[in-house]
């Protein structure tokens, strides 16, 4: 072994040991509570741009998440990420976001979805879900370009 090599310090290990544990009680917490009122805003007809990033970026996440962990995960997801959609449509016609019923519905069921997964994984399966999906986006972005309309 050379004695000049580079060698991990403790902290080292704890940083990468951490990274790879569920998220702790207050982290989760943190989230959830972040999404749950972003839905409840959209809910009420915000009309806030930036709490609909941040409940459809964190659902696009969990459901790459749910990928690896059980098939059974994505079809509430699937459906809450329908409801967005439509919440969406809303705003575009009415200048504020809302839900109709089933979306509510489905909203609530995917968030239930969304917290089981968030706080059962580690930050970096979560930062990794988060990296894959931007890069579908991505992808997917792309392929509507090279289509002409």
């Given at each position: 072994m050379k004695r000049n090599s580079r060698r991990a310090s403790p902290a080292t290990f704890g940083a990468v040991i951490a990274a790879r544990q569920a998220h702790s009680a207050p982290?989760?917490?943190?989230?959830?509570?972040?999404?749950?009122?972003?839905?409840?805003?959209?809910?009420?007809?915000?009309?806030?741009?930036?709490?609909?990033?941040?409940?459809?970026?964190?659902?696009?996440?969990?459901?790459?998440?749910?990928?690896?962990?059980?098939?059974?995960?994505?079809?509430?997801?699937?459906?809450?990420?329908?409801?967005?959609r439509r919440c969406d449509e809303i705003r575009g016609r009415h200048g504020r976001y809302g839900f109709d019923g089933p979306g509510l519905q489905a909203m609530a069921a995917g968030l239930d979805v969304c917290e089981a997964i968030t706080r059962n994984s580690s930050p970096k399966q979560m930062f990794d879900a988060f990296v894959e999906s931007l890069a579908r986006i991505r992808r997917q972005l792309a392929a509507e370009e090279r289509v002409p309309q």
């Open positions: 982290k989760g917490d943190d989230i959830m509570t972040k999404l749950y009122s972003a839905f409840a805003d959209l809910k009420a007809g915000s009309a806030d741009d930036e709490l609909f990033d941040r409940l459809s970026a964190n659902l696009n996440a969990v459901m790459v998440r749910a990928e690896q962990i059980d098939e059974l995960c994505l079809a509430p997801l699937h459906a809450a990420a329908d409801a967005l």
